[in-house]
Nanobody, 121 residues
Framework: QVQLVESGGGLVQPGGYLRLSCAAS????????WAWYRQAPEKQRELVAH???????KYADSVKGRFTISRDNAKNTMYLQMNSLKPEDTAVYYC???????????????WGQGTQVTVSS
């Protein structure tokens, strides 16, 4: 069993910043990559960024240059630093455990409960 718990969401003004955290526990050694997804109202869940166990990262074009994904292996915790936030970043953000392949990311069915991020003035 794997447990993922997100935290750090909230209400922020446009141009502001937030840092999301995802604490992992359980049988996590089999996963080779981790990711952040988001889902806005009436939209499909989309991949925001992923990071491999080697530290390689990849971002969606919509967040490139503004968001940074990272991991603290000693704490089994993944982060998403979100800067220069825009109203269109408003969504529920989820962390996921999966695997990487040829630069892509395949999610496994391990999700956190999500944390709401609202960007509004």
């Amino acid at each position: 069993q794997v447990q993922l718990v997100e935290s750090g969401g909230g209400l922020v003004q446009p141009g502001g910043y937030l840092r999301l955290s995802c604490a992992a526990s359980g049988s996590i050694l089999s996963f080779t990559a981790w990711a952040w997804y988001r889902q806005a109202p009436e939209k499909q869940r989309e991949l925001v960024a992923h990071i491999t166990n080697r530290g390689d990262t990849k971002y969606a074009d919509s967040v490139k240059g503004r968001f940074t994904i990272s991991r603290d292996n000693a704490k089994n915790t993944m982060y998403l630093q979100m800067n220069s936030l825009k109203p269109e970043d408003t969504a529920v953000y989820y962390c996921n455990a999966g695997r990487s392949y040829s630069g892509g990311y395949q999610p496994y069915d391990y999700w956190g409960q999500g944390t709401q991020v609202t960007v509004s003035s």
